[in-house]
């Protein structure tokens, strides 16, 4: 069931007011949001930058390049980013992906529920990489949800803490105009907030720009 997204558009706009605009996705190519889609599971950012600075040292930065790479080699380059051995399997099979479906200029003629399709049909590679791929790749209106949107807007008291992948997505679809800016620009708040106030644990409410709509940072609980 899709949550009511009228209260969305005007928590998004506190956000802006507080943070300000917001730059993403650190990345030169769609391939390279590709690859970094991939090795920032279970990753901080930081880390997949030196993974993917690593690559481009070895000019490895593209599709037939990864596939070619000696395994050992590779696995070599993106050891920074964790769980190396699993995420060179995916950037694999990514790779092998992209160039069956024609590499960017191919992904880029498709209409984006088949270019979604296709990328999700990849093993290891779930709704939220995918969309990161659409949106900051190839400028795609889909919106990302990521743990800060289920966290941040679970708290606030306007969606389930269990709810879905597609439901919340839809619930942003709904409220938010089909801008692939737009769209960039509020998950980056979202990610902001999420990073600076609304934390897994020990969140700072009481300074949240969020707090005076959110149920949870208005507990007397949490005033302090």
């Known amino acids: 069931m899709v949550p009511d997204p009228r209260p969305l558009p005007g928590l998004i706009e506190r956000l802006s007011e507080a943070f300000g605009p917001q730059d993403w996705w650190p990345a030169e190519t769609a391939f390279e949001v590709l690859v970094g889609a991939v090795l920032t599971q279970n990753a901080a950012w930081r880390n997949v930058e030196q993974a993917i600075a690593r690559l481009r040292a070895r000019d490895w930065l ?26 060179a399997r995916r950037l694999l099979a990514a790779c092998e992906t992209w160039l069956e479906l024609g590499g960017e200029a191919g992904l880029r003629s498709m209409p984006t529920p088949t270019a979604r399709a296709a990328l999700l049909a990849v093993k290891g590679l779930g709704p939220e990489s995918v969309d990161d791929v659409l949106l900051y790749g ?17 708290r606030v008291g306007v969606v389930p803490a ?27 708040l979202i990610v902001a907030v999420g990073k600076d106030y609304c934390r897994p644990r020990s969140p700072r409410c009481g300074r949240c720009p969020l707090q005076p709509a959110c149920a949870y940072g208005s507990s007397d609980a949490q005033r302090s």
Do not use: W
Request: charged share 20%; aromatic share 12%.
């Open 162 to 188: 269990d709810i879905g992948y597609e439901p919340l997505q839809a619930a942003f679809h709904a409220a938010l105009p089909p801008d692939a800016a737009r769209f960039n620009e509020a998950h980056a």
């Open 62 to 87: 593209s599709a037939t390049a990864i596939v070619n790479a000696p395994g050992d080699a590779l696995r070599e380059c993106i050891r920074p980013s964790g769980y190396y051995n699993v995420k």
């Open 138 to 154: 190839f400028n795609r209106p889909v919106f990302v949800v990521d743990a800060y949107t289920r966290r941040i807007f679970s």
